[in-house]
């Protein structure tokens, strides 16, 4: 039986191509549900405040950080979305005087824009948010050196490369609404997917890569960081790819219920817990990482049921 055109773009895959059956039973998930989905290699928690939520963030960096040495330097991919846990990891880093010689950080992505990604200068820049927020707030006398610091910039095969020679402890990020990790978007329906996405296996062997952004990816970055503004919003990126997440000893999503809504939330969880890979949700490929966690705050779950406003 054909797959249903997507009811978001008719010219791409996404979540509304899935079997109707799959969205129907996220829709149902209550939180209690939620609560029992952890299984071998997928762990669910659960925060009840803004404060332990983003604290319990900020605390991945510092953990992967402080296990760094000059014989086995360690690293964490970080997002920028969200972005509050940026300046609560530099006030601990200053606070419990963290050297970060022997760290490392990966940037998960940055925007592309006429074949080139953006300059620091651009108002959406991803390197220049992570300056503004997390590396200039620390203290000069404990900074990473800069050859420490990693994005998907210049030559991607570099940034590949640099997952081989340093342990990336985790990756860290949020979900988007089209259910994205960094920026890896579902795909054009055209040629060879003319009829089917992309197997599991296929998309899984994306390295790091200049992409081009489904236009619900678009919508949200103009929501969450533009005022709405989608004529902001390049509409190519660089991405840390699926090759270079697999490197990663764990992967750690946070759901804060400002990227991704209810039903989302929901969905990616279920997949992930059913071991239900499918590229039109490319969140769900997770379901065959060793290592995965997903981190609620309670009271953005909200719930996925009619509710008229």
Request: charged residues 20%.
């Amino acid at each position: 039986m054909a797959r249903p055109i997507s009811k978001l773009a008719p010219d791409w895959w996404d979540y509304t191509t899935l079997d109707p059956e799959i969205l129907n039973d996220a829709s149902k998930l209550t939180v209690k549900d939620l609560e029992k989905l952890s299984r071998p290699g997928f762990t669910v928690r659960f925060y009840d405040t803004v404060q332990d939520f983003y604290a319990a963030e900020a605390l991945e960096y510092i953990t992967s950080w402080r296990s760094a040495t000059a014989d086995n330097p360690v690293g964490i991919c970080g997002p920028i979305g969200p972005t509050e846990q940026l300046s609560i990891v530099a006030q601990m880093v200053n606070e419990l005087g963290i050297n970060l010689k022997n760290a490392h950080f990966w940037g998960m992505d940055e925007w592309v824009e006429n074949g080139e990604t953006v300059p620091e200068n651009h108002p959406l820049s991803f390197v220049a948010c992570n300056h503004a927020f997390l590396f200039s707030r620390i203290d000069k006398k404990l900074r990473m050196p800069k050859a420490n610091i990693h994005y998907p910039v210049g030559k991607l095969s570099e940034f590949t490369k640099s997952f081989d020679q340093i342990r990336c402890a985790v990756m860290q990020g949020g979900q988007g609404e089209i259910k994205h990790w960094a920026f890896n978007d579902p795909v054009r329906r055209r040629g060879k997917y003319k009829n089917s996405p992309p197997t599991p296996e296929e998309y899984r062997a994306l390295k790091t890569r200049i992409l081009e952004l489904h236009p619900a990816t678009l919508m949200q970055n103009a929501r969450t960081s533009g005022g709405g503004n989608v004529a902001l919003v390049p509409t190519y990126a660089s991405t840390v790819g699926p090759v270079e997440t697999w490197k990663a000893d764990r992967v750690s999503i946070w759901h804060a219920g400002v990227h991704d809504n209810p039903f989302g939330m929901r969905l990616t969880a279920l997949m992930i817990s059913k071991r239900i890979p499918d590229s039109s949700v490319p969140m769900s490929l997770l379901a065959d990482h060793p290592d995965v966690t997903f981190s609620f705050l309670r009271p953005a779950i909200g719930s996925a049921g009619v509710e008229m406003h």
